[in-house]
């Protein structure tokens, strides 16, 4: 049953208000993602962020509609992204925060027939709970086995199932006899939006430490650049100064009667020269 004339229009006045309210948000895909799992993600991000699910349809035409009220508004990138099982979790908070949050709140799930696998399946190796009557089962789906004390062991690891394949049937009864859940299932984040910015999840790894090192690494390149060519620029300009001061110096040093102020100090940590032996009585 859809919703009604009224709760759609509070659902489109709830989500322009939280578009309003909010700067940042996660464009998040909720494939197997079972009701419980989402109360537990919002009890999570409850003080720091709003979950809101709906169809792509509506929630097209609800930012739709919010650009024609402001037109020119960034969240018009977001259009496209608004495809297939598609939520948005809204929060002002430090993202890379809630970015945690939401993938801390991961489900083991087994494996369904005739769903696609997400990740490669390998059944490992070693004793099962399967007494010997059942070792037809595995032949059939060609999984080595031998006897053990009476119980069934698979001799080597086995991979019964590739990313994207759809579970069979007997895939789906070998994991669950041996008590296997092999999926995860949890929001999928597709998209970080930031103030107008939409960029990629793997960015919030970028921490400052990295940006340093990288802001670091760039600026020692281009001195050497500069120096190497010898064409001056504000990343080499400190290392010839440094170069001339150093040579300014040496000269100070090594000639008698030749000084400057900020020579002075290297000149007074030499050794005080050692003391003329007087000449000798004929």
């Not at 802001?215 to 120096?227: C, D, K, M, Y």
């Not at 102020?261 to 003329?276: H, S, Y």
């Amino acid at each position: 049953m859809g919703l009604t004339r009224e709760k759609k229009e509070e659902y489109f006045e709830h989500m322009k208000n939280l578009i309003d309210t909010y700067q940042k948000i996660f464009v998040v895909h909720c494939d197997n993602v079972g009701s419980r799992q989402f109360m537990q993600i919002r009890c999570s991000l409850r003080g720091r962020g709003v979950v809101l699910m709906g169809k792509n349809t509506m929630m097209r035409k609800i930012v739709g509609e919010y650009l024609e009220e402001h037109p020119g508004h960034p969240i018009e990138a977001m259009i496209p992204l608004l495809r297939g099982n598609v939520g948005f979790v809204f929060t002002n908070d430090d993202l890379g925060e809630i970015r945690d949050v939401l993938l801390s709140n991961t489900k083991p799930a087994p494996a369904k027939i005739g769903s696609l696998a997400p990740v490669d399946v390998v059944v490992p190796a070693g004793p099962t709970d399967c007494d010997p009557g059942q070792t037809a089962f595995f032949q059939t789906l060609e999984v080595s086995t031998k006897i053990v004390k009476g119980r069934i062991e698979i001799i080597s690891p086995v991979q019964i199932l590739t990313a994207g394949d759809k579970v069979s049937a007997g895939a789906a009864a070998l994991l669950t006899k041996l008590d296997i859940c092999p999926f995860v299932y949890g929001l999928t984040l597709v998209k970080v939006y930031d103030n107008g910015s939409l960029f990629a999840p793997s960015v919030l790894d970028i921490t400052d430490e990295i940006l340093a090192a990288k802001f670091g690494s760039a600026v020692r390149n281009i001195a050497a650049l500069g120096l190497a060519l010898g064409m001056p620029n504000t990343a080499s300009i400190p290392h010839s100064l440094r170069s001339a001061f150093s040579t300014l110096v040496s000269i100070a040093v090594e000639c008698e009667g030749v000084s400057f102020t900020k020579a002075e100090p290297f000149i007074a940590k030499l050794p005080a020269a050692p003391a003329a032996e007087p000449a000798a009585e004929e």
